[in-house]
């Protein structure tokens, strides 16, 4: 059985820092890769950032140069270092613990999701 668990969301004022986490079980890491989406109220999920096994790194263009994410495969874990945050940041961010590196498509194992609220 596959389950995620993230953590490290929470309320942040603009300009700031946060770092989620995403700890992951079941799952073969050197079959799939790992993924951050979120969801605004309103609005579709959309992906932030991808990584795979090798460590090859993808990125929306909203969030490039401000996340990264990083992986320790010894743990399953994936991170998601957020800097200089803006308000239109907020949304639930999900991991997705199958994330199809290639086509840049979600696979079917999703984490409970965690808020991050940027606002003054």
């Known amino acids: 059985q596959v389950w995620a668990v993230e953590s490290g969301g929470g309320l942040v004022q603009p300009g700031r820092s946060l770092r989620l986490s995403c700890a992951a079980s079941g799952r073969t890491f050197s079959t799939s890769g790992m993924g951050w989406f979120r969801q605004a109220p309103g609005k579709e999920r959309e992906l932030v950032a991808g990584?795979?096994?090798?460590?090859?790194?993808y990125y929306a263009d909203s969030v490039k140069g401000r996340f990264t994410i990083s992986s320790d495969n010894a743990k399953n874990t994936v991170y998601l270092q957020m800097n200089s945050l803006r308000p239109e940041d907020s949304a639930v961010y999900y991991c997705?613990?199958?994330?199809?590196?290639?086509?840049?498509?979600?696979?079917?194992?999703w984490g409970q999701g965690t808020q991050v609220t940027v606002s003054s």
């Open positions: 997705n613990v199958d994330f199809q590196f290639g086509p840049l498509r979600a696979g079917d194992y």
């Open positions: 990584i795979n096994f090798s460590g090859r790194t």
